[in-house]
Every structure is written in C-alpha cells, then in structure tokens.
Nanobody, 127 residues
C-alpha cells in the first residue's frame, strides 16, 4: 500500500520560512498530482497547494497565495512546499496526499480527491 512521507515541520517565529518535503514513490509524479493539506486543532482539513509535474500546473489557496510556492521533480521524488512570511494562523499539521488525477484543480482542493496520506508534519508559528 502506497503511503507518502512528509518532513520539514518545525517551530518558527512569525515572518519566518520553512520548506516541507513530501517523498513519493519513484515515477509517481508522472501519473499523479500531489496535494498539500493542513489541519489545525478543532478545524477541518484545509487544502493548501497542489503540484502536477506532468501538466506543469499548480494551485494555491487564497490564504497562502503570494507566500507559498511549490516545486517537485522525479529525480529526488519529492514535492517541496516553500513557505515564506509565515503567520500564526499557518500553525497546523501538514499532510501530503497523492491525487487520483494527474492535474491540479483550478478552483478548490478537496481531500476526497487525494489518498495515500502521510502521517503529517507539525508546523508551529509563534507571534
């Protein structure tokens, strides 16, 4: 059973930066988009960003647009979420999931469109 792995979570101060990595099986990116989601205590899982190597497409939620970027390649088999100008409201457990499709949505990320979830990595931003 495929399961992705997240890493890179840490505690940082407001305005800081982090890079989260999602490790995927070899050649996986040729056939699947990768989505990043986050879940804060007491809140629903929120779609943050999506990356598609095969189409070159990306997606960012409005809450992170202009602050986060995403990249990936099938040499290192990772998808990296580059998070800049972090805010306390970015505090959450971040998960990556394998998309059922190769492309990223242009509207809204739904966690039902992804699977093979990793265990998550904690990001804490203090003010």
């Amino acid at each position: 059973q495929i399961r992705l792995t997240e890493s890179g979570g840490d505690s940082v101060q407001s305005g800081g930066s982090l890079i989260l990595s999602c490790t995927v099986p070899p050649f996986n990116l040729n056939y699947h988009s990768i989505g990043w989601f986050r879940q804060a205590p007491g809140r629903a899982r929120e779609g943050v960003s999506c990356f598609s190597l095969s189409t070159g497409g990306t997606f960012f939620a409005d809450s992170v647009k202009g602050r986060f970027t995403i990249s990936g390649d099938n040499i290192t088999n990772t998808v990296n979420l580059h998070m800049n100008n972090l805010k306390p409201e970015d505090t959450a457990v971040y998960f990556c999931g394998q998309g059922h499709r190769r492309w990223c949505t242009a509207v809204r990320l739904e966690d039902t469109d992804f699977g093979a979830w990793g265990p998550g990595t904690q990001v804490t931003v203090s003010s």
